[in-house]
């Protein structure tokens, strides 16, 4: 009976110590791009000028909204025939990526996705493409997103 009643104990213990260690409040994420608009325009010539673009190559990206993104490329990589994508840091924005991927269908048209993220911020952007073909990056809150894994 001893012995039971030990194995119980020991049991709401460890149970008690991971619910007090799960229900800790994470840290708040601030906003890194708090300062930008909700959407930032696009045309399709303009992303697709970025793709030729070569490994450390400097880019200066002005959109329709008068917001520049400007950084290095640090990645332009062909995956198969019709999937290229390039990867630019952006040095205003604390080193934050922006990946960009342009698939090619069979007609010979393009798509493109692509985001700007940053694990230490809240925020990002994500690249949507609207009913009438326009590019826009779309501000998205990450903390909706993605979970947290580092418990």
Partial sequence: MKSLTTTICMVLL????VTGYSQRRQAVKS????????????????????????????INLATLNNVVLAGSVTSNTVKYSNLQ?????LPAFKNTLFSLSKQTEQNKKNIFV??????????????????????????????????????
């Fill in 14 to 17: 460890t149970l008690i110590a």
């Fill in 31 to 58: 906003s890194l791009f708090a300062n930008l608009p909700a959407s930032i325009n696009f045309t399709e010539s303009q992303l697709n000028d970025l793709f030729i673009a070569t490994k450390g190559q400097q």
């Fill in 85 to 89: 994508t390039i990867i630019i840091t």
């Fill in 114 to 151: 692509g985001r700007i993220l940053n694990p230490l911020y809240n925020d990002g952007f994500e690249l949507k493409r609207d009913a009438a073909g326009n590019y826009q990056l779309i501000k998205i809150n990450t903390e909706k997103i993605f979970v947290n894994c580092s418990q």
